[in-house]
T-cell receptor, first 112, second 112 residues
């Protein structure tokens, strides 16, 4: 069965910290995505990657960066965490082409 | 500017009733329209999807209706059950592009 695993379900960090969110998929998918989910705003794309070491900005990349050194792993980095980055973060993967995305169960991140 | 507009934001339906969620889009290049279902504490999961060469797709109690000329599509849940209570997201994407655009979500509550 398809599996996308996010390393933490809940995370609490302090303002100014560098924060790493990790995501691993076991489906050999080419594409991986990071979204944030906020009430009333749906899912907003932060970054996505269509190949190892390749990345593209989504709709809200400011304050974030990503790393994809291996095909199965996609990391989201908050360079200097701020309180407005408190949110639910969802990782997803998909095969190449117009194929449905498979999501992890999310990381609820609180920045104090 | 939201590429896919979803309504209503929340919906209460009695058990056995029909739940209807609507989405509208502007970009005529969209050619894949999935619906995702999300339960609390879980990531979104693909429920049903349609491509614009058909006007309707049915899977069990779930039906997508697609109106290409109006640039609208909707999810109908027949004989709604309390177990259908979840948040539903519509989405759209373009062939050969890996990016999905999500609606803002509809929280469905089916009363027993």
């Amino acid at each position: 069965d398809v599996k996308v695993t996010q390393s933490s379900r809940y995370l609490v960090k302090r303002t100014g910290e560098k924060v790493f969110l990790e995501c691993v998929q076991d489906m050999d998918h080419e594409n991986m995505f990071w979204y944030r989910q906020d009430p009333g705003l749906g899912l907003r794309l932060i970054y996505f990657s269509y190949d190892v070491k390749m990345k593209e900005k989504g709709d809200i990349p400011e304050g974030y960066s990503v790393s994809r050194e291996k095909k199965e792993r996609f990391s989201l980095i908050l360079e200097s965490a701020s309180t407005n980055q408190t949110s639910m973060y969802l990782c997803a993967s998909s095969p190449t082409g117009n194929q449905p995305q498979h999501f992890g169960d999310g990381t609820r991140l609180s920045i104090l | 500017q939201q590429q896919v507009k979803q309504s209503p934001q929340s919906l209460i339906v009695q058990k056995g009733g029909i739940s209807i969620i609507n989405c509208a889009y502007e970009n005529t290049a969209f050619d894949y329209f999935p619906w995702y279902q999300q339960f609390p504490g879980k990531g979104p999961a693909l429920l049903i999807a349609i491509r614009p060469d058909v006007s309707e797709k049915k899977e069990g109690r779930f039906t997508i209706s697609f109106n290409k000329s109006a640039k609208q599509f909707s999810l109908h849940i027949m004989d709604s059950q309390p177990g259908d209570s979840a948040t539903y997201f519509c989405a759209a994407s373009i062939r050969n592009f890996n990016k999905f655009y999500f609606g803002s979500g509809t929280k469905l509550n089916v009363k027993p």
